[in-house]
């Protein structure tokens, strides 16, 4: 955040062209995952706060959202650039200075925040997940431009009716392809939908307007925080290019589940996740995980957790948590996220198959071998809970 500095060389692709160069109140950036869209609305940003005074605001879902996501990416784009100082971050408010801007970070989860000062640009990320009532008071309260991003999971979103409808909306559609810089074997994990199901392709592949009509799991209940008594156990998933999940449940009445995000993070070594399991497990609890790597329960068990391969009967472990009634807290985006693009498979005439499509299940595979296994008896019946 150099403030002299002026110029820079910004690779990006086309997107943030497209982005810059909007006229209209409105830019609109759908896409399927991974496509470059959070990054090239963050480029835009950078070079219209460098052109000129600016009040900014970058806001999503919940403060977890943003500081895993839009906020990091933010300084790690200043810091590429060489425009990152520390002087001029303030950490306390998530307020970042530029040139003679001023770009503040807020999350949504309480409404009021939408009502605060005015603003000239403002970014919503992950728009989707916001609702329409919150984007319009923020929207009420930008001077000059408003950027959104989302991937358009649900059919029946406010955004396809209320934004792409206006003539002062500009429109971009983008898929991983419009990525450069993916990772391959992100682009590949992505390709696999292809063969998979349709549907997901559509939606997370080609960027295209979905109909998740057979979501394995209803919404579930949000809650602030887990109760501070009930049955304490953890689910893990492992992952490298993936994201390792690990999941904090917390059981009371048979069937009231409490589920909180604790890890979600790719290229973490297995010591690098031990590490920040130390702060963060309940002593001697139980941790589930993945049973496929023996190897990696081994070492985690060495470093002093209590922690044993997990049940992976997928259709059973599905039906336990079906039968919970899910409370997930407000910082659980990733769960969340993964909840709405869960579905069962389809067959070639349409019909639904008993078996989830494995794409974006990291946390929710964490929930269903802590769910599952933690109530089975040794004898493998279920515990009459
Ligand atoms: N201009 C760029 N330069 C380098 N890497 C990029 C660039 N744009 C995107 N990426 C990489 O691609 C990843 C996905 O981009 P992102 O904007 O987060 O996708 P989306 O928001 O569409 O899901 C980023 O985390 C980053 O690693
Ligand atoms: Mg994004």
Not at 86 to 95: A, L, R, S, V
Not at 242 to 249: E, T, W
Not at 269 to 295: F, K, V
Not at 317 to 328: N, P, Q
Request: with cysteine; aromatic share 10%; glycine share 6%.
């Amino acid at each position: 955040m150099n403030p002299e500095r002026k110029e820079f060389k910004l690779e990006g692709s086309e997107l943030v062209l497209i982005n810059l160069e909007s006229q209209d109140r409105i830019v609109a950036n759908q896409g399927g995952t991974s496509s470059g869209k959070t990054w090239s609305v963050l480029q835009t940003i950078i070079l219209k706060a460098l052109r000129e005074k600016l009040h900014i605001s970058v806001c999503s879902v919940s403060l977890p959202h943003l500081k895993k996501g839009a906020l990091l990416d933010f300084t790690n784009l200043l810091t590429k650039y060489e425009l990152y100082d520390e002087k001029f971050y303030n950490k306390t408010d998530n307020i970042i200075r530029i040139g003679k801007s001023r770009i503040e970070f807020f999350s949504l989860d309480d409404p009021g925040k939408a009502r605060g000062p005015r603003r000239d640009i403002l970014f919503v990320n992950e728009c989707n997940l916001v609702p329409y009532e919150t984007f319009n008071q923020l929207m009420l309260r930008t001077r000059k431009q408003v950027f959104i991003d989302y991937n358009p999971v649900d059919e029946n979103h406010w955004i396809y009716e209320k934004i792409l409808t206006r003539d002062d909306c500009t429109f971009i559609k983008s898929t991983y392809k419009d990525n450069l810089f993916l990772d391959r074997k992100i682009a590949q994990e992505i390709e696999r939908l292809k063969d998979t199901d349709e549907n997901l392709w559509k939606i997370y592949g080609l960027g295209e307007r979905g109909q998740l009509k057979s979501t394995v799991y209803s919404p579930w209940e949000i809650v602030d925080e887990l109760p501070e008594d009930g049955d304490i156990f953890y689910g893990l998933d492992f992952g490298y290019n993936v994201p390792a999940a690990l999941v904090k449940c917390c059981l009371k009445d048979g069937n009231q589940l409490y589920v909180d995000e604790l890890i979600y993070q790719s290229y973490l070594t297995n010591s690098e996740l031990i590490l920040l399991m130390r702060d963060i497990i309940t002593p001697h609890a139980s941790i589930y995980a993945d049973a496929a790597e023996p190897q990696r329960i081994a070492e985690i068990r060495k470093a002093g957790f209590n922690c044993r391969a997990a049940d992976k009967s997928v259709k059973d472990g599905i039906d336990k948590l079906k039968r919970m009634k899910v409370h997930l807290t407000r910082r659980s985006t990733n769960i969340l996220k993964e909840r709405q693009g869960y579905k069962w498979k389809e067959d070639a005439s349409g019909n639904l198959i008993d078996e989830p499509v494995k794409f974006n299940d990291h946390a929710l595979d964490a929930m269903r071998y802590a769910v599952h296994t933690h109530g089975l008896r040794p004898n493998g019946k279920y515990a009459m809970r």
